[in-house]
């Protein structure tokens, strides 16, 4: 979704931001659209193959918005997601550790860029542009609420595409030669996305991004 308020990102008049709707498991919706809770290979979302590590990361202290309140950056929602704690009366999720907040979003992404997203058609979107096409549709509003302002995915793309040094065109190699996340890539547009989510000037804690990215599967974690 888009939020031009540059402190806060507003999606429901309420100062919270709003990023992922729960619907029936085990899928998810966004905005109005189904996103998947479990991968190409019938792997639920919740299943680390790899374990925890010891760090633990609480951004509550960083903000008042929604996701912060919630230690989940990316704004996700439900229950099913691998290290959720419960959600709140909407539905947003709860982490005890953030690093699973980004170990969600950091999931979701990869299955938009492999082509394994049910809900992009599996075809792989490997650019900001496509990736916010399906993100946050020009077809919805921001919040999908009567009366919001329409989705900016163009404007979305451009931000996050500067903040990156990209282009918004441009493939963003979110895995390597071995199909692995590329944290090179990874954790500023993760970083990027939290901020517009918050506020832009929000500073995460060192080291969480790449806590979550390691939690991912086997298959997807960055390479040692």
Same mark, same amino acid.
Not at 23 to 31: K, R
Not at 203 to 212: C, N, Q, S, V
């Given at each position: 979704?888009? /939020?031009?308020?540059?402190? $806060? #990102? ?5 100062? %919270? ?5 729960f619907?029936?498991?085990? =899928?998810?919706?966004?905005?109005g659209?189904?996103? +998947? !809770?479990? %991968? @190409?290979?019938?792997?639920?979302? #919740? /299943?680390? +193959? ?5 760090n633990?990361y ?8 929604? &996701? ?5 950056p ?5 229950? &099913? ?10 539905? #947003? ?14 999931? =979701?992404?990869?299955?938009? $860029?492999?082509? +394994? ?8 979107l490997?650019?900001l ?22 989705n900016?995915?163009? @404007? $979305?793309?451009?931000?996050? @595409? ?6 918004p @065109? ?7 030669? *071995? &199909?692995?996340?590329?944290p ?9 996305? !939290?901020?517009?989510?918050?506020v *832009? $000037?929000l ?6 991004? +790449?806590?979550?990215l390691?939690?991912l ?8």
């Open positions: 979704m888009l /939020h031009r308020a540059e402190r $806060y #990102h507003d999606s429901d008049g309420s100062g %919270d931001s709003v990023v992922l709707e619907g029936s498991p085990p =899928q998810l919706t966004y905005m659209r189904v996103m +998947e !809770a479990v %991968d @190409a290979r019938g792997g639920v979302l #919740h /299943h680390d +193959e790899r374990g925890p590590s010891s633990v609480d951004v509550r202290g960083l903000g008042t918005t929604l &996701g912060l309140r919630n230690n989940s990316w704004n996700m929602k439900g229950t &099913g997601w691998e290290g959720a704690s419960g959600a709140d009366e909407r539905g #947003h999720s709860r982490f005890d550790d953030a690093a699973y907040s980004a170990r969600a979003a950091a999931y =979701q992404l990869l299955l938009y $860029y492999t082509g +394994e997203s049910r809900a992009a058609g599996r075809v792989p490997r650019t542009e496509e990736i916010f096409g399906t993100y946050a549709p020009e077809s919805d509003t921001v919040g999908s609420l009567p009366g919001r302002p329409r900016d995915p163009n @404007a $979305y793309a451009q931000w996050v @595409a500067t903040q990156m040094g990209i282009r @065109a441009a493939d963003i190699r979110l895995v390597d030669g *071995r &199909g692995r996340i590329a090179a890539v990874a954790v500023p547009l993760l970083s990027a996305i !939290a901020r517009n989510e918050h *832009r $000037y500073a995460l804690p060192d080291g969480l991004i +790449e806590e979550g390691r939690r599967p086997e298959r997807w974690a960055p390479a040692d």
